[in-house]
Every structure is written in structure tokens, then in C-alpha cells.
RNA sequence: CGGGGUGUAGCGCAGGGGUAGCGCGCAGCGUUCGGGACGCUGAGGUCGGAGGUUCAAAUCCUCUCACCCCGACCA
């Protein structure tokens, strides 16, 4: 199997040790999580071999193949739903922006300049007013709602957009960094600044933590980011981190504050009751496809991926096991009643009927992370059961009545996911430190095998 | 931008003047089948590109392109 095994043999890999590096049943996906280059050839690995996606002919850019697409569609059903009912609304607005209008905030263009894609000819002509493929889309959000915005019945305006973004970035990694990527944005106005503070903390949590720790089984911390590392243009930046398996930390989504700052450069004012004309207070929010690579590296083992039953495209997966016609025949029937049973439960459930044996077929779904594997084989069908084993443990199997099986998979879907929350973060505890020295701040900071959070005093950012 | 490295079959690699190899994957057939099977047969390559040396270049020389790694810079 030229799978998922070995980075080391990958490099050093003679024709002497070929036969050797077949490692056969007890090959796994990496040997040392610790090790930060093996971690990066497993994530790796694990996104090419799971298909969620592929490598394409553009530099930085990857390709989302239907599995990985299953997963983001499932994301985007959520987090959609949770937009909707904090008020939100959805539209769409262009991918191209002038160019001028990056430079209206300063920091904003000074943040964003080195990674603008631009687009300077169209056909044969160049274009007068050159264009810049949208990195983010606060300027020409900001320049409709300065039209929109008259008075204080206006506000607030609640808009998000799902769209793609281009980011010129040098170094890229499926779904974590590229080029271009899927995500949600979310631009809002208000009359006053509480009201701006108030938005950008309902979306942190109750809409980004509520769907990061339910629906993706991640726990995560919120906080403020410090002025170095705040969005560029923003008044304050809060965000969502988690840790990944190898106890590093994974932005998994932002909500800016941003003051008046992009009210001012686009001109977004309004008439107040008491007859004023004043400038509006403006937020920003976004997460994207990364979070792809948040679950991949936040839940996956040495077997694979294991997806949070609540948006794993397939939920469970049958494996029919048989080897006479006469065997296919009756394992069929009671595979068909435990599908029209799952289905009917609302159960996203397939069976898997390839010409493939069954180990093979155990750890392909295992490599895919299907949260619970249905064996039915000869001997079920003739006692009218199956084999349910979930993907959190694959020696808990149990053995249920065809006529309970919808009501026994639904609760072992809930218990793996569950079990992916409980044990990302009993990891995360294990991996988080208190250090009252800077000189024990930098061992643990320099120490792989220990890498993990440290809490530690603070006193600002450098002048 | 500075330093290093690599381009040979879909993927991972070997070969280093005599006309192309291995493993995986893929196709066909057979044996297998409750934890990643095996055998046989077969398909698949302008050896990154251009120029040069030579009777002969994947191999040597020159130029060029692309990508990767380590630094520096960064939502």
C-alpha cells in the first residue's frame, strides 16, 4: 500500500528498502506525531489520500474534490443557519475592486498591498482604473454601504456573503493557507459603538464558538488578539483558537471591531434622531475553508481522519460481508432494512458494495473518518443484527437487532461526537501550561514533545 | 531578497556516455474474502526546456524554466 506510511523512507527510499517500506497491516499513518515535519507529511498525506482534495496546475491553489466538498457544504449549512438566526442576511458582492478603494484606510491597504492579485488588462486593452481580486471585502462593502446608510432607521445593516478570496501568500498548505480559498464574511453597521462591540461578540460566540465546539467537536479559546496581530484596519480583533495534535494553535476564525475607521475612509454616515449627522460604527467577521484543516488536524489519528458525526458527509457506512451468491443474497435484505431504517432516521448512511475485501474496506472508511462502521455478514443476516463499531474506538463493537438499529446508530453517533469534544480537549489541558519565568516560557516554547499553550503574564506589545 | 536542493511512467524513486528500470497505483484473468490478499499477464515515459560536445547524451558542458527546503518579511 504506497500509502499514508512514511516520510523518512519517502526521501532515503532505495530500491533495496521498496519491498521493506510495503509495511503491510501494521503500517501507520505517521511514527512520531512529536516530530513537527512528520506531522506536516501526515496532514499532507491524509488530504491527498482521503481525496477531500488535490494539488492543481496554479501554485498555492488546490482543487476541493467531492468529499472535501461534502464536508464544507455541511459547514456552510451550520454556520449558514446560525448567521440567519442572530439576523443576519446573506448577498453577494463583486470579486473585483478598484484599486483605489484599497487605499481609502491606510492600514488596511498597508496590511493587504503585498498580497494583492491585480488585474491590470482586460483582452488586449489595459484597463484604465487597474482592479484588485478582492482579499477581503470590507472597501467595497464599505463604499455600497455609504449609499445604503442615510439615517438611523437604517441600522443596522446585517449582511454576510459566502465567497472566494485571493490571497498572494508564498507559502501554502491545503486548506489551512492558499491562494484562493472559500469563506464566509460578515459586514455589519451600527449607530453606536456599543452596539458594534455587542455584534462582534455575539458572532464570536454564539455563532463561531456555538458551531466550532458543537458542530466540529473542537473546544476552543476566544480572546483578543493584540494590536500586532489585529486585523489591519481594525479597532480590535477577537478570535477563536484550537489545538491541533501537534499542540499548536489554529486560528479558526475572526470578529473585528472596527471602530469608525473604515466609516471614516468610505463615508459611511447617517442622520441620528436628535437631527446629527454622525459616523457609523462597523464590524467584520470570517472563517473559511480552513476550517477543513482544523478538523483534519484537531481529531485525526494514526488511522485517519474522524469526522464529527454532525457534519461527516457519510455518518455511518455498511459493509456487507459475504462470498457465495447465495450469502450476497440474504446479506443484502438485511443490509437494505438497516438502510431504509437509517435513512428514515435522517441518518446519512451508504453501503458499500465494491468488490473489495472486508479489511480493505474497514480502512478505507476508517482512513475517511466515517464516524460508524454496520458490518453485516452472513451470520447477522441469518440472526438479524448487525456489527456497529464506532471510529472513536474500534474494539467497542456491538451487536444490535435490525429492528433497533436506527435508534442504536443515532446514539453512537452522538456518543463519538461527544467523545472527539471530550478528547480534544482533555489533549488540550494536557498541552497547556502555567509558567511564572520567561526562562520556563522558553524551554516549554522550545521543547516539540511538550508543545503546547502556555498561559503567561503579558504586558503589551513591544513600542 | 540571501543560502541550499530537486526535476526520469499517475505517485514515490533508482540509473550517471551505448538507446529506460524498481515499488505502489492502473487494466485483464485466476485463486482469495468477518481487519489493509496473492499469482500470472499487460498498458503506460519527447528522462523539465533550449543549445552544445560526441559515432552515440537521461548521463558531460552552457543557458533557461519550474518547484521544494532553510533564513528574512507577513491576514
Known amino acids: 500500500m504506497g500509502d499514508i506510511s512514511r516520510a523518512k523512507a519517502g526521501k532515503a527510499g532505495k530500491p533495496a528498502d521498496a519491498g521493506a517500506a510495503q509495511a503491510g497491516k501494521d503500517a501507520k499513518l505517521v511514527e512520531d506525531l512529536s516530530?513537527?515535519?512528520?506531522?506536516?507529511?501526515?496532514?499532507?498525506?491524509?488530504?491527498?489520500?482521503?481525496?477531500?482534495?488535490?494539488?492543481?496546475?496554479?501554485?498555492?491553489?488546490?482543487?476541493?474534490?467531492?468529499?472535501?466538498?461534502?464536508?464544507?457544504?455541511?459547514?456552510?449549512?451550520?454556520?449558514?443557519?446560525?448567521?440567519?438566526?442572530?439576523g443576519h442576511v446573506n448577498a453577494y458582492f463583486p470579486l473585483f475592486i478598484p484599486?483605489?478603494?484599497?487605499?481609502?484606510?491606510?492600514?488596511?491597504?498597508?496590511?493587504?498591498?503585498?498580497?494583492?492579485?491585480?488585474?491590470?488588462?482586460?483582452?488586449?486593452?489595459?484597463?484604465?482604473?487597474?482592479?484588485?481580486?478582492?482579499?477581503?471585502?470590507?472597501?467595497?462593502?464599505?463604499?455600497?454601504?455609504?449609499?445604503?446608510?442615510?439615517?438611523?432607521?437604517?441600522?443596522?445593516?446585517?449582511?454576510?456573503?459566502?465567497?472566494?478570496?485571493?490571497?498572494?501568500?508564498?507559502?501554502t498548505r491545503p486548506f489551512l493557507r492558499t491562494t484562493e480559498f472559500l469563506w464566509q464574511e460578515g459586514h455589519t453597521v451600527h449607530r453606536t459603538e456599543d452596539e458594534a462591540e455587542t455584534e462582534t461578540m455575539l458572532i464570536l460566540r454564539q455563532v463561531y464558538q456555538?458551531?466550532?465546539?458543537?458542530e466540529l467537536a473542537i473546544p476552543v479559546i476566544v480572546g483578543r488578539k493584540t494590536e500586532s496581530e489585529k486585523f489591519a484596519g481594525a479597532l480590535r480583533t477577537y478570535s477563536l483558537e484550537a489545538m491541533m495534535g501537534d499542540g499548536r494553535a489554529l486560528q479558526a476564525g475572526t470578529s473585528h471591531n472596527l471602530g469608525q475607521n473604515f466609516a471614516k475612509a468610505f463615508d459611511i454616515k447617517?442622520?441620528?434622531?436628535?437631527?446629527?449627522?454622525?459616523?457609523?460604527?462597523?464590524?467584520s467577521w470570517g472563517a473559511s475553508t480552513r476550517l477543513i484543516g482544523a478538523?483534519?488536524?484537531?481529531?485525526?489519528?494514526?488511522?485517519?481522519?474522524?469526522?464529527?458525526?454532525?457534519?461527516?458527509?457519510?455518518?455511518?457506512?455498511?459493509?456487507?460481508?459475504?462470498?457465495?451468491?447465495?450469502?450476497?443474497?440474504?446479506?443484502?435484505?438485511?443490509?437494505?432494512?438497516?438502510?431504509s431504517a437509517l435513512r428514515a432516521a435522517g441518518v446519512r448512511v451508504k453501503a458499500d458494495w465494491r468488490e473489495e475485501r472486508p479489511?480493505?474496506?474497514?480502512?478505507?472508511?476508517?482512513?475517511?473518518?466515517?464516524?460508524?462502521?454496520?458490518?453485516?455478514?452472513?451470520?447477522?443476516?441469518?440472526?438479524?443484527?448487525?456489527?456497529?463499531?464506532?471510529?472513536?474506538?474500534?474494539t467497542a463493537k456491538q451487536i444490535v437487532p435490525i429492528a433497533e438499529v436506527a435508534g442504536k446508530v443515532t446514539a453512537l453517533l452522538d456518543s463519538v461526537q461527544q467523545a472527539l469534544y471530550d478528547q480534544a480537549l482533555a489533549f488540550r489541558k494536557s498541552r497547556t501550561y502555567q509558567v511564572t519565568s520567561y526562562d520556563e516560557f522558553r524551554t516549554l516554547l522550545g521543547d516539540r514533545a511538550t508543545m503546547g499553550f502556555i498561559e503567561a503574564w503579558w504586558c503589551g506589545d513591544p513600542e
Open 270 to 283: 447617517f442622520q441620528d434622531a436628535d437631527g446629527v449627522s454622525k459616523l457609523a460604527w462597523t464590524t
Open 295 to 339: 478538523v483534519i488536524m484537531a481529531h485525526g489519528d494514526d488511522s485517519g481522519l474522524r469526522l464529527p458525526p454532525r457534519v461527516a458527509p457519510t455518518q455511518a457506512v455498511i459493509v456487507p460481508i459475504w462470498r457465495k451468491e447465495e450469502e450476497r443474497v440474504a446479506v443484502e435484505a438485511t443490509v437494505s432494512a438497516a438502510e
Open 99 to 171: 484599486a483605489s478603494f484599497l487605499d481609502r484606510e491606510a492600514e488596511h491597504v498597508e496590511g493587504f498591498a503585498p498580497e494583492v492579485a491585480w488585474v491590470t488588462r482586460a483582452g488586449n486593452e489595459e484597463l484604465t482604473e487597474p482592479l484588485v481580486v478582492r482579499p477581503t471585502s470590507e472597501a467595497i462593502i464599505g463604499h455600497m454601504y455609504a449609499k445604503w446608510v442615510q439615517s438611523y432607521r437604517d441600522l443596522p445593516l446585517l449582511y454576510n456573503q459566502w465567497a472566494n478570496v485571493v490571497r498572494w501568500e508564498k507559502r
Open 359 to 394: 479489511g480493505f474496506k474497514f480502512s478505507d472508511h476508517e482512513l475517511r473518518g466515517v464516524p460508524v462502521r454496520i458490518e453485516v455478514g452472513p451470520r447477522d443476516a441469518a440472526a438479524s443484527q448487525v456489527v456497529l463499531v464506532p471510529r472513536t474506538d474500534r
Open 210 to 214: 456555538d458551531f466550532l465546539e458543537k
Open 35 to 86: 516530530d513537527r515535519d512528520d506531522y506536516s507529511r501526515w496532514y499532507l498525506d491524509l488530504v491527498y489520500k482521503t481525496e477531500l482534495a488535490d494539488e492543481s496546475p496554479v501554485r498555492g491553489c488546490m482543487v476541493i474534490r467531492p468529499y472535501g466538498y461534502a464536508l464544507w457544504e455541511n459547514f456552510q449549512h451550520e454556520l449558514d443557519t446560525r448567521i440567519k438566526a442572530t
